[in-house]
């Protein structure tokens, strides 16, 4: 069982930035494949972006491509997600997932485990 949290979110301005943390209980953490989606009240969960196991490989969803960048630190177990140029449409619940497999995946059903989210707003 992986325990993930998140932290970071806030209220910031558009065109601001912040990063979020995911920081798993889990020591094999290098071995999950790590993702974080985010959902806005009545619109459905959407992917946001994905980083691989121990080669660190990248995915990202349209919509935030090139302003929003994940990484990770197997060492310290924590997943990040830097936001940059925010807009008032980035504004949603942002949750950190856990998925034991070994391909890329932006369907949520694949990931295994979830943090509890965290609130990012944009106002404009």
């Known amino acids: 069982q992986v325990h993930l949290v998140e932290s970071g979110g806030g209220l910031v301005q558009a065109g601001g930035s912040l990063r979020l943390s995911c920081a798993a209980s889990e020591r094999t953490f290098n071995t999950y494949f790590m993702g974080w989606f985010r959902q806005a009240p009545g619109k459905e969960r959407e992917f946001v972006a994905a980083i691989s196991r121990n080669v660190g490989n990248t995915y990202y969803g349209e919509s935030v491509k090139g302003r929003f960048t994940i990484s990770k630190n197997n060492a310290k177990n924590t997943a990040y997600l830097q936001m940059n140029s925010l807009k008032p449409e980035d504004t949603a619940v942002y949750y950190c997932?856990?998925?034991?497999?070994?391909?890329?995946?932006?369907?949520?059903?694949?990931?295994?485990?979830w943090g509890q989210g965290t609130q990012v707003t944009v106002s404009s």
């Open positions: 997932a856990a998925s034991d497999r070994y391909y890329y995946t932006a369907i949520s059903t694949d990931y295994n485990y």
